[in-house]
């Protein structure tokens, strides 16, 4: 896969296409689909390929791991690239599994439609959950 595309994984999703080295990738297939509907930045996207493209296997476990450290609950969103990705992954695909379970998938498709870039989420947001991302995110942890 990195010799193809570049990239070290098991697939990625660019360009309209999805590249992996299984014959069936639900994870990247999942960002192909949401692709299509906007942009909210990687901390969601990445979370809604996790949430429903991936087996659980402890994701609960692992985020409150990486929460336990005390830091702000919006570095995850903001700075997801620079966090450790098992730790990334398992705290993005948590957290947005919860606004389904909680909100319901129409919702979550709606804050990626409201979304053209990760700027667009703050407001996209409170928009749609009627609630401040930094609010939720302390609800979401408190219920880990």
């Known amino acids: 896969m990195a010799a193809g595309t570049g990239h070290y994984a098991a697939g990625v999703t660019f360009a309209g296409q999805v590249h992996s080295t299984s014959a069936c990738h639900d994870h990247e297939l999942v960002h192909l689909v949401a692709a299509e509907m906007g942009d909210p930045g990687r901390f969601f996207s990445e979370g809604l390929a996790v949430a429903l493209g991936d087996e659980p296997r402890g994701r609960r476990r692992v985020a409150k791991k990486a929460l336990s ?3 702000p609950l919006t570095r995850w969103v903001a700075g997801f690239d620079g966090q450790d990705p098992d730790a990334a ?5 948590t957290f947005v599994r919860h606004l389904i ?3 319901g998938m129409e919702k979550v498709r709606a804050l990626f439609r409201a979304s053209r870039s990760e700027a667009d989420v703050p407001r996209a947001f409170a928009a749609t959950f009627g609630q401040g991302l930094e609010d939720a995110l302390a609800t979401w942890r408190a219920d880990l």
């Open 69 to 71: 450290g005390g830091q």
């Open 89 to 93: 992954y398992a705290v993005a695909g």
């Open 101 to 103: 379970d909680t909100h």
